[in-house]
């Protein structure tokens, strides 16, 4: 426990920097009590193991409180969707929930001008930096980062902090964090296919086994509860070959909006379906 | 320790059960309101109910529990209702393949049952037919991991064919465009539904073949035993107005 305050007091103070003032500690510390509590009341009931998230909405936000009129950084939005990020994992991994998937940036988003690219490319960077360094995000949780997509498809600076931050978390024992950049479900599929094929070598048939052997997101289990925020109701090419037995949930609030309490919303609408579709996973599995 | 766990777990299981009474009493009211919505657009008071522009609805699939599509009147009565509102491709989806074993039942209780084409059953192959004129599509958990792998193979035996070009020496390169010839070649090129139901207790795809979910919308109907004609004609109108950026 102690261990987990101290990790938790370091996230803290890594979230309010520049409040050194011992009041925003002690309500950091009252805060974290305070969640201790209300997730030990929804440890009751089942845990997800894999949360997975479609962080949907930030340019509305932007746009809705008119963040970008008079605005130098185009990128407000995202900024406070990082935040929302942030604060997310956090929650997810203080309750127990051991992977947490979202989808960063679609091979679909390649489509937008080349400068709003370039300042997303940019962005992420920018906070993988960040959250790698050495009082970051990372250390304070001890999570392991994962990559999954065509990450030849990102620009090189961006792809090279993506790297460092794997190699530097790979040993990492805490909760996993993947982050989908340049990647759709489609292509990860077509990119399982080729590795599948490529790795036959006398052996007969491709079968599922080795498909999913080849999938990016090979060795996490699969996601329990897939979020998209903004109410919007698909799934955007997003984990597809993963989701069969997954909730999914389409909560109204814009990413920047989603908080703490929408997370325990979420958690209480998927123990409400967790035997159904434990039971359809089951009966599946033994089909098989 | 001991002493205080004994404490602690019944007041944690109390507050976790007054937490699920409130979820269950915001899902009351949702479908409250939801009903009557659903009787205000029964009523045909709303005149925006009464012909819904379908030009974006090339195709529409519904996922339906096993337990639920064992009730084939329901399935049946449903397939009328979406041909009577003037949709043209319909794909029916059980993850156990129930209604695939069923469709010689739809074509019994059809009215002109020489309307209804059947194709013999197979139960690792998607089953179509004409019905009210209406194409049907009926698929099942077969038809979607286990066709991709399919398609892998096909790609595979035609990779090993052309063993001597130059290009294959560094390894096979498949596209996507390759994978959707592959599966149909392999007899699984369904199209993509442009809006998916589900009924059933969980909002879940239960297995829909992902290839083919890509930019569906997918709507959760509740369980099939209280399927409502209003409430399909809300959701058809609710796509009407919908909007895609496709990742713009």
Same mark, same amino acid.
């Given at each position: ?288 | ?10 007041? %944690?299981?109390?507050?976790?059960? $007054?937490?699920? @009474? +409130?979820? =269950? ?7 409250? !309101? &939801? *009903? ?17 522009? %379908?030009?974006?609805?090339?195709? $529409?699939?519904? @996922? +339906?529990? =096993? ?7 329901? !399935? &049946? *009565? ?171």
């Amino acid at each position: 426990m102690s261990t987990i305050s101290e990790r938790f007091s370091i996230l803290q103070s890594h979230l309010e920097k520049n409040c050194k003032s011992k009041i925003s500690k002690i309500s950091g510390y009252v805060g974290f009590i305070m969640r201790k509590l209300l997730f030990s009341v929804l440890s009751v009931g089942p845990i997800p193991a894999h949360v997975a998230i479609i962080m949907d909405g930030n340019r509305r936000f932007a746009k809705r409180h008119s963040l970008l009129q008079d605005s130098i950084d185009p990128a407000s939005g995202h900024r406070l969707g990082f935040r929302s990020l942030i604060t997310t994992i956090q929650y997810s991994f203080e309750m127990g929930v051991k992977c947490v998937t979202v989808y960063a940036f679609s091979i679909d988003n390649f489509k937008r001008s080349p400068q709003e690219v370039q300042m997303l490319m940019d962005l992420m960077r920018e906070k993988i930096e960040e959250m790698s360094a050495e009082d970051g995000v990372f250390k304070a949780l001890d999570v392991k980062i994962n990559f999954w997509g065509n990450l030849e498809l990102m620009t090189e600076p961006t792809r090279l902090s993506a790297k460092r931050a794997m190699d530097t978390t790979v040993h990492n024992k805490g909760p996993e964090l993947s982050v989908c950049v340049a990647y759709t479900s489609t292509n990860e599929i077509t990119h399982a296919i080729e590795a599948s094929v490529r790795d036959l070598k006398g052996k007969d048939q491709v079968q599922v086994s080795d498909l999913e052997r080849n999938l990016y997101s090979a060795g996490c289990v699969e996601p329990d509860i897939i979020i998209r925020t903004s109410g919007e109701t698909r799934l955007s090419n997003f984990l597809l070959w993963q989701s069969d037995f997954t909730h999914l949930q389409n909560p109204k609030p814009l990413w920047p909006e989603f908080s703490l309490r929408h997370l325990v919303w979420a958690v209480l609408e998927y123990q409400r379906v967790y035997a159904y579709l434990k039971n359809k996973k089951e009966g599946i599995e033994k089909n098989k | 320790m001991i002493e205080a766990s004994v404490i602690a777990s019944p007041i %944690l299981g109390v507050v976790f059960c $007054l937490l699920h @009474v +409130i979820v =269950s009493l915001v899902h009351t009211w949702s479908h409250l !309101v &939801h *009903q009557i919505q659903c009787l205000i657009i029964s009523s045909g008071l709303l005149s925006k109910y009464q012909n819904i522009n %379908l030009n974006r609805l090339r195709h $529409l699939a519904v @996922v +339906i529990d =096993s337990e639920d599509a064992k009730n084939k009147s329901k !399935v &049946h *009565q449903l397939l009328c209702w979406l041909s009577d509102i003037g949709v043209k491709y319909v794909i029916l989806y059980d993850i156990e393949g129930v209604m695939k074993k069923s469709d010689k039942a739809y074509e019994k209780s059809s009215a002109n049952p020489s309307e209804t084409k059947c194709m013999d059953f197979a139960p690792n192959m998607p089953l179509i037919f004409d019905m009210f004129g209406m194409t049907v599509e009926i698929i099942s958990y077969t038809d979607g991991k286990e066709a991709v792998a399919k398609g892998a193979n096909y790609l595979c035996s035609n990779y090993l064919k052309n063993q001597d070009d130059t290009l294959n020496k560094l390894g096979p390169k498949f596209t996507e465009p390759d994978i959707s010839s592959a599966l149909k070649a392999v007899g699984h090129d369904g199209p993509e539904p442009d809006l998916l139901l589900v009924y059933g207790p969980a909002r879940c795809h239960l297995g829909f073949p992902a290839w083919r979910l890509r930019y569906t919308e997918i709507v959760h109907m509740g369980p099939l035993s209280s399927m409502k004609l209003s409430a399909v004609v809300k959701v058809l109108y609710d796509f009407s107005k919908k909007h895609q950026n496709y990742g713009k």
